[in-house]
């Protein structure tokens, strides 16, 4: 299996504009997981899905970030409109609940808003 | 919510010896409690995870250990190698869905 796969893996944008990012699970994963890695808050849970279904969103800071789960294959975590402050290594990560805790992460996305 | 503390924040080490990281966490209901290393501009991977009806686990050179009274855990890394430097997170867990991370060790073992 190749892994938690995510992109872009670098996104520079300008503050205002729209940023979506992208993630594929591993297959036959059950839980998605969406993280924002930064210095000052170290790693944070934004929005977990399990079977595409949002369980829980309340790590979500504001209004102008969403996540979709379409399928079990596919997640999206957009922001609209982006900040400078929402510069961070965005992670996302699948487990399998029956086999384990097991979180595994992708590679992540380096964003960064001018 | 759970709190989690992780110390120290660096942490450096000569080659061959054992480096120790230390965590609390306060909600006595987490049960589930994972490490992760994350090497520079990596994803984080998990390196070894306790339960909490287990008080020790190892795996080589990597062990974790659990107080469930003192609510504290910890990683002990023996024979230090440098490919072992990086970021290490502890996390508690209740349910294997919220993690909660500690802010990280960053370890460096010098040849």
Known sequence: DAGVIQSPRHEVTEMGQEVTLRCKPISGHDYLFWYRQTMMRGLELLIYFNNNVPIDDSGMPEDRFSAKMPNASFSTLKIQPSEPRDSAVYFCASSFRQSSYEQYFGPGTRLTVT | ?111
């Open chain 2, 1 to 111: 919510g759970e709190n989690v503390e992780q110390h120290p924040s660096t942490l450096s080490v000569q080659e061959g010896d054992s480096a120790v990281i230390k965590c609390t966490y306060s909600d006595s209901a987490s049960n589930y409690f994972p490490w992760y290393k994350q090497e520079l501009g990596k994803r984080p991977q998990l390196i070894i995870d306790i339960r909490s009806n287990v008080g020790e686990k190892k795996d080589q050179r990597i062990a974790v250990t659990l107080n469930k009274t003192a609510k504290h855990f910890s990683l002990h890394i023996t024979e230090t190698q440098p490919e072992d430097s990086a970021v290490y997170f502890c996390a508690a867990s209740d349910t294997g869905n919220q993690f909660y991370f500690g802010t990280g060790t960053s370890l460096t073992v010098i040849p």
